[in-house]
C-alpha cells in the first residue's frame, strides 16, 4: 500500500509539473503570437503609409503631365480624394462597391490579381493600389465630371509613371523632383 501511495504521489508531482511547463510554454508562444501579430500590424501600416504617399505624389505628377493642372485643382483633387477615403475608413462604403460605382458610372473594369501565394507585403500594396485607383477615378467623376475617355488618360499616364518606375527608367527620386517642381512652378507663377 505504501509503494502505491508513493507511486501515486510521484506521478500527481510529475502530472503537475508537466503541466507547469505545458502552461510555461503555452504562455510563451502566446506571447510569442501577440508580439509577431503587433509587429505585423506596425510593419502592414507602414508599407500602407509609403505606398499610399507613393502613390499620391504619382497622381500629381500625372495630372500635371496629362491636363497641366496646377495646384489648385491639384489640391481640390486631394481634399475630394481624403473625403473618400474617410468614408473607407469610416466603413461607410466598402473598397468593392466603389469600385462597382467605377464600372457603372464610367464602364470601367477593374481586373484583380490573384493573392493568395503572395507575401504580406505585396498584399497589403496591392490592397493600397486598389483602394488609391478606385478614390483616384471616383474623385475626378464627382469633382470635376470626368467620362471615360478622360479619366482613361489620366489614368493611363499614372500607369505609365508606375511602369516606368517598375522598369528602372524612371527612378522615384526623379519621379519626386517631378513632383516638387509642380508645387515651385505653381508658386511662380502666382508671384507673376
Known sequence: MRLARAMRRKAE??????????VKSYAKAKKAVRHATTHEIVMQA??????????????????????????DRLLRLRKKMRVQM???????????EMEAIVEKELDWGFQHEQTDTWETRRKVEYRAVRVMSAVFLIA?????????????RAYK??????????DGSLTMEAMWKEHDAVGKSAGKTLAL
Do not use: N
Open 13 to 22: 508531482r510529475s502530472a503537475t509539473v508537466g503541466e507547469l511547463q505545458a
Open 46 to 71: 507602414a508599407v500602407r503609409r509609403q505606398a499610399v504617399v507613393e502613390i499620391m505624389a504619382t497622381i500629381v505628377v500625372a495630372m500635371r503631365r496629362s491636363y497641366g493642372w496646377g495646384m
Open 86 to 96: 474617410e468614408c473607407l475608413k469610416g466603413r461607410y462604403v466598402k473598397l468593392e
Open 140 to 152: 475626378l467623376h464627382d469633382e470635376f465630371g470626368f467620362g471615360k475617355k478622360r479619366a482613361m
Open 157 to 166: 499616364e499614372l500607369a505609365d509613371i508606375w511602369t516606368a518606375i517598375h
